[in-house]
């Protein structure tokens, strides 16, 4: 529970730390589209880091699962794959990053879905 506690919190804290450096200094710096990019990053860290508060609370209330464990770990990689990526192609421009995007969002869905089949059990 304590480390998807932490988890969570550390990546809400980044994610307000990282929306605000958008709005207020890259705002000025990136193009609308990478903007617009950077800010799909910010938006799905902190959707994902409530995610992983969220699975702090199950996994006390579910006890040590292991389909509640693996889902905070992939919404975890989700974080640093997904959000990474957009952070680091807004910043770079380098477009092949964005190949690495679709790998968190699988990451977010099998995180979602083991969370659920938690759940149904």
Known sequence: MKTFLALGSLNAFLSVALGAFGAHYLKQKLSADMLSVFH????YHMIHA??????????DKFGN???????????????????G?????S???IKILGAITPLGGVSFLIGWILLAVAAWK
């Open 85 to 89: 990526s957009l952070y680091a192609l």
């Open 91 to 93: 910043l770079s421009g």
């Open 50 to 59: 409530l995610g992983l508060i969220l699975i702090a609370i199950l996994s």
């Open 40 to 43: 799909t990053g910010v938006q």
């Open 65 to 83: 699962s292991s389909l509640v464990n693996s889902s905070g770990w992939a919404l975890f990689i989700g974080i640093v794959l997904f959000s």
